[in-house]
């Protein structure tokens, strides 16, 4: 079995009973990470339903992956648990906030599993997160979201199952193996809808580091924050970068501070004189050439005109990552959006597109793991000929009307607690 087709659970150390496996018989697991000191009758029984049990995976933190290996996986050990971030405030009232500075708003994988993706040429990518604190505190919605979340960015996260879970399971609990039974309905779904995985990235910006050293913190809290304000862009390797990487960009925002390599200063040359937009700081803008004041006036960069396109420069170094998305978002226009979500909340928006480009899709998940209590809704520019939602706690995907007006056309979204996707076929070729 070829690891891009495993499914994984992380087997508990508490199940030395080789009768628990019948818990997989209906549903898509086929891949077994036993712990150490397991029984060799687990591995014996697993072998004997077809279930895979491979060597220990060589986990390791996201900015320690060797991405020259030859590794046949990318496994990510320091991956969160989706869910709301709240930072408790010490005052008597027991109030709780969350920002996009300091305490995080959310907790989610999006951006590393956007980044991992990009730098692991073509190798499955697997992630992780270590156990929580309390696990007693865990919410069944949140295993729900951390597999949705996974097979969204193309991913897969290995089951782990909390111990009161585990015990709960192993004595046949009713409401244990209800949740059992619903989890494996919605990696069924999943694993249904792989063919998902082959879309490519649905975005106007273009993020472009090296996402190492000096550069490393930066460049992660910049992909790690536009995703928070649902501004979609696609990682760059600036050592990688062709020419079709900036193909139907808006924008391209240089992180790196150093001077900009000749190779990407030719291709970004050309970007910005046929029209797109630059942000970077001093050092790497002073390379490109041709550049001219502009009449435009921004409190944090000085713009330039340059061809048919701009270029901004930033008046310091960036120190606040939310700012500097905020700004990239405001600079390179919300026009540009190819999907915008409203009344979102805690729900993110990952977009992507079908290879021929006639269909795109949201994928959106909710970190809140309950219902919106306002109408959310998804608006495009491009004329739609068709809207269709799927959820996999649903039958069947369900038609959206389109409510369709000059300049723009809007969908409104059924309520959905964990993840739904929709999908919208265009009109016209994009």
Same mark, same amino acid.
């Given at each position: 079995?070829?690891?891009?087709?495993?499914?994984?659970?992380?087997?508990?150390?508490?199940?030395?009973?080789?009768?628990?496996?019948?818990?997989?018989?209906?549903?898509?697991?086929?891949?077994?990470?036993?712990?150490?000191?397991?029984?060799?009758?687990? *591995?014996?029984?697993?072998?004997?339903?077809?279930?895979?049990?491979?060597?220990?995976?060589?986990?390791?933190?996201?900015?320690?992956?060797?991405?020259?290996?030859?590794?046949?996986?990318?496994?990510?050990?320091?991956?969160?648990?989706?869910?709301?971030?709240?930072?408790?405030?010490?005052?008597?009232?027991?109030?709780?906030?969350?920002?996009?500075?300091?305490?995080?708003?959310?907790?989610?994988?999006?951006?590393?599993?956007?980044?991992?993706?990009?730098?692991?040429?073509?190798?499955?990518?697997?992630?992780?997160?270590?156990?929580?604190?309390?696990?007693?505190?865990?919410?069944?919605?949140?295993?729900?979201?951390?597999?949705?979340?996974?097979?969204?960015?193309?991913?897969?996260?290995?089951?782990?199952?909390?111990?009161?879970?585990?015990?709960?399971?192993?004595?046949?609990?009713?409401?244990?193996?209800?949740?059992?039974?619903?989890?494996?309905?919605?990696?069924?779904?999943?694993?249904?809808?792989?063919?998902?995985?082959?879309?490519?990235?649905?975005? *106007?910006?273009?993020?472009?580091?090296?996402?190492?050293?000096?550069?490393?913190?930066?460049?992660?809290?910049?992909?790690?924050?536009?995703?928070? *304000?649902?501004?979609?862009?696609?990682?760059?390797?600036?050592?990688?970068?062709?020419?079709?990487?900036?193909?139907?960009?808006?924008?391209?925002?240089?992180?790196?501070?150093?001077?900009?390599?000749?190779?990407?200063?030719?291709?970004?040359?050309?970007?910005?004189e046929t029209g797109g937009l630059l942000l970077s700081m001093k050092e790497p803008a002073a390379a490109i050439k041709g550049v001219r004041p502009s009449r435009e006036q921004h409190p944090r960069f000085t713009l330039f005109d340059?061809?048919?396109?701009?270029?901004?420069?930033?008046?310091?170094?960036?120190?606040?990552?939310?700012?500097?998305?905020?700004?990239?978002?405001?600079?390179?226009?919300?026009?540009?959006?190819?999907?915008?979500?409203?009344?979102?909340?805690?729900?993110?928006?990952?977009?992507?597109?079908?290879?021929?480009?006639?269909?795109?899709?949201?994928?959106?998940?909710?970190?809140?793991?309950?219902?919106?209590?306002?109408?959310?809704?998804?608006?495009?520019?491009?004329?739609?000929?068709?809207?269709?939602?799927?959820?996999?706690?649903?039958?069947?995907?369900?038609?959206?009307?389109?409510?369709?007006?000059?300049?723009?056309?809007?969908?409104?979204?059924?309520?959905?607690?964990?993840?739904?996707?929709?999908?919208?076929?265009?009109?016209?070729?994009?």
């Amino acid at each position: 079995m070829s690891l891009s087709s495993s499914i994984p659970l992380e087997w508990p150390a508490s199940w030395r009973d080789p009768a628990l496996l019948k818990l997989l018989d209906d549903g898509p697991i086929n891949t077994l990470l036993l712990p150490a000191g397991a029984v060799p009758e687990i *591995r014996a029984a697993a072998g004997s339903r077809k279930l895979e049990c491979p060597a220990p995976v060589a986990w390791c933190a996201l900015k320690e992956v060797d991405w020259r290996s030859g590794a046949g996986l990318v496994a990510i050990s320091d991956g969160v648990w989706p869910d709301l971030a709240l930072k408790s405030q010490s005052n008597s009232a027991g109030d709780v906030s969350g920002g996009p500075t300091g305490a995080p708003w959310l907790d989610a994988n999006g951006w590393a599993l956007q980044l991992a993706r990009c730098r692991a040429a073509g190798r499955p990518v697997w992630i992780k997160a270590p156990a929580p604190e309390n696990p007693a505190t865990m919410s069944f919605s949140t295993y729900l979201l951390a597999a949705c979340e996974a097979a969204a960015y193309g991913a897969r996260r290995p089951v782990w199952l909390a111990p009161q879970w585990a015990d709960g399971l192993a004595q046949a609990n009713a409401s244990a193996l209800a949740d059992w039974r619903r989890l494996m309905q919605t990696m069924r779904w999943l694993e249904e809808h792989r063919a998902w995985d082959a879309w490519s990235t649905l975005a *106007r910006l273009a993020v472009v580091s090296d996402f190492s050293g000096a550069n490393e913190y930066n460049a992660s809290e910049v992909l790690n924050l536009s995703a928070r *304000r649902n501004l979609a862009f696609v990682p760059v390797e600036k050592a990688k970068i062709t020419a079709a990487d900036l193909k139907s960009r808006r924008a391209v925002l240089y992180v790196d501070a150093g001077p900009m390599p000749a190779p990407v200063v030719a291709l970004v040359q050309k970007f910005v004189e046929t029209g797109g937009l630059l942000l970077s700081m001093k050092e790497p803008a002073a390379a490109i050439k041709g550049v001219r004041p502009s009449r435009e006036q921004h409190p944090r960069f000085t713009l330039f005109d340059c061809g048919k396109g701009r270029v901004a420069v930033s008046k310091a170094e960036w120190e606040d990552q939310y700012v500097l998305a905020q700004d990239t978002h405001l600079l390179m226009s919300r026009r540009h959006d190819a999907i915008r979500l409203f009344n979102g909340g805690s729900i993110t928006c990952y977009q992507t597109q079908s290879a021929d480009g006639r269909k795109w899709l949201a994928h959106l998940m909710n970190y809140a793991g309950r219902m919106a209590a306002h109408q959310v809704s998804l608006q495009t520019w491009q004329a739609i000929k068709s809207a269709r939602v799927y959820n996999p706690e649903k039958q069947a995907p369900v038609d959206l009307e389109i409510h369709r007006d000059p300049g723009q056309q809007e969908v409104y979204l059924p309520s959905f607690s964990v993840y739904c996707a929709v999908e919208l076929e265009l009109t016209n070729h994009a």
